[in-house]
């Protein structure tokens, strides 16, 4: 009798039980997406729930421990301990989502070939990528005479502490792009967006090694966490 009274409320608790107008993923092609709250996304993304839960009892539990998909975002294993009987699967799958939802920002600003005029610019595109990364990693923009992203590349990836961007590659990169101008941007895991020692080395290289070649670095924008550091906002060029 006991294992019957478990399936009978894991069975109340199914989704599939609940009139379709109720059904997340029934709602998302009834209504559309941008009509779903952060739960009901979630939900769809795990599929099932896990037992004595549904997938939104179980989606509930997850924003209200997290609070935002950004935090879901750099999470490690640990911290899913809480939630019995969630594989490593479905958290791959909630990891896998938000990254796309990352890309599609970076490949929208590619295909738009917004105008950069300032490190705030920088920011807006870059931050949401960038922040909460755990490691160093070094982008640079590639902008043509009008001062729009024709690319963006990765030139390298460091340690935690710190990346090595090879000034060779990034201005061969420039030049295969027909390039006339770059911006780097690089991230600080520690959350302090002030550079290093190095970081101005670097910089200081690039700059010149730039000249030779005709192509201008504009600017170097470090991201720590929220907050963001401009050579050329803090008169270091």
Not at 1 to 22: F, H, L, V
Request: glycine share 6%; proline share 3%.
């Amino acid at each position: 009798m006991r294992k019957t009274a478990q399936q009978n409320i894991s069975y109340e608790k199914s989704i599939k039980n609940w009139p379709k107008d109720d059904r997340p993923r029934e709602k998302l092609f009834k209504e559309g997406e941008h009509k779903l709250s952060n739960t009901e996304l979630l939900a769809i993304l795990l599929r099932s729930g896990v037992k004595g839960q549904s997938a939104i009892d179980l989606a509930r539990k997850i924003i209200q421990k997290f609070k935002t998909f950004r935090n879901l975002s750099h999470t490690d294993l640990t911290q899913w301990k809480e939630f019995k009987g969630l594989g490593e699967a479905k958290i791959a799958q909630i990891r896998a989502a938000i990254e796309i939802g990352r890309r599609f920002q970076e490949e929208e600003i590619k295909q738009n070939k917004p105008k950069i005029k300032s490190a705030k610019d920088v920011i807006e595109f870059m931050m949401p990528r960038m922040r909460d990364l755990k490691k160093e990693v070094f982008k640079v923009l590639l902008l043509n005479s009008q001062n729009q992203i024709i690319e963006i590349i990765e030139a390298t990836e460091g340690t935690v502490n710190q990346a090595k961007p090879i000034i060779r590659e990034v201005l061969q990169k420039a030049l295969q792009y027909f390039s006339t101008s770059l911006i780097c941007v690089h991230n600080h895991p520690s959350g302090d967006p002030k550079p290093s020692r190095e970081d101005k080395i670097f910089t200081d290289e690039l700059v010149q090694a730039g000249k030779v070649l005709q192509i201008k670095v504009l600017d170097h924008v470090i991201v720590g966490g929220s907050d963001w550091f401009s050579f050329v906002d803090e008169g270091e060029f």
